[in-house]
Nanobody, 117 residues
Framework: QVQLVESGGGLVQPGGSLRLSCAAS????????MGWYRQAPGKQRDLVAT???????IYADSVKGRCTISRDNAKNTVYLQMNSLKPEDTAVYYC???????????WGQGTQVTVSS
């Protein structure tokens, strides 16, 4: 089993920045790709960014150029640096981890990001 705990969300003004963190525990060695997803009220959960264990990244078009995903394997932690935030970035942000041997995915509890003046 894998447990994920997100932190770093909060209230920020448009144009501001936040850095989200996700700490993994449990069967750490089994984790492959990790990612960040977000879900606004009444909408589906959408991909923000993913990163493989080797550092290859994928970004949603809506955040490309404004967000950077990274991971520290020694600390079992993945980060999402978000800059130039917009009101439409407001959502609950969830950390995700995939276990290649089973293709199972695990989710954190989510952290709220609110972008408002």
């Amino acid at each position: 089993q894998v447990q994920l705990v997100e932190s770093g969300g909060g209230l920020v003004q448009p144009g501001g920045s936040l850095r989200l963190s996700c700490a993994a525990s449990g069967s750490i060695s089994s984790i492959g790709t990790m990612g960040w997803y977000r879900q606004a009220p009444g909408k589906q959960r959408d991909l923000v960014a993913t990163i493989t264990s080797g550092g290859t990244t994928i970004y949603a078009d809506s955040v490309k150029g404004r967000c950077t995903i990274s991971r520290d394997n020694a600390k079992n932690t993945v980060y999402l640096q978000m800059n130039s935030l917009k009101p439409e970035d407001t959502a609950v942000y969830y950390c995700n981890a995939m276990v290649p041997r089973t293709l199972l995915t695990y989710w954190g509890q989510g952290t709220q990001v609110t972008v408002s003046s």
